[in-house]
């Protein structure tokens, strides 16, 4: 089992952007924090950590339950991401 992923792995393989590149550019330009601060795409992941994605016009808020090697299916992203967006976030849309 693995106990740490590099963030733009991890952004890719849970879904949240279609290629590595682009979640790179993402963590790069400041769409994505890691327990409410910036980051680079080389900096690990760890279950618990928090995830913040901006998908405009709000920011969107996962909680990382546990890691993983390869992309999944989207079925299957629930068992490693939670949504823990609130509601006031939600009510933007």
């Known amino acids: ?14 879904r949240f952007y279609k290629t590595r590149s682009i979640g790179a550019e993402a963590v790069k330009t400041g ?13 690990n992941v760890k279950p618990g950590d928090t995830i913040k994605v901006k998908r405009n016009p709000i920011w969107r808020t996962y909680k990382v339950k546990s890691l993983l090697k390869n992309r999944v299916g989207a079925k299957l992203v629930d068992d490693y991401i939670e949504d823990c ?5 939600l009510e933007k849309l």
Request: proline share 6%; charged share 20%; hydrophobic share 55%.
């Open 85 to 89: 967006t609130p509601a006031a976030e």
């Open 31 to 43: 769409q994505v924090l890691l327990n409410d601060a910036p980051v680079k795409a080389s900096q």
């Open 1 to 14: 089992m693995i106990s740490e992923i590099r963030i733009d792995k991890f952004i890719w393989a849970v």
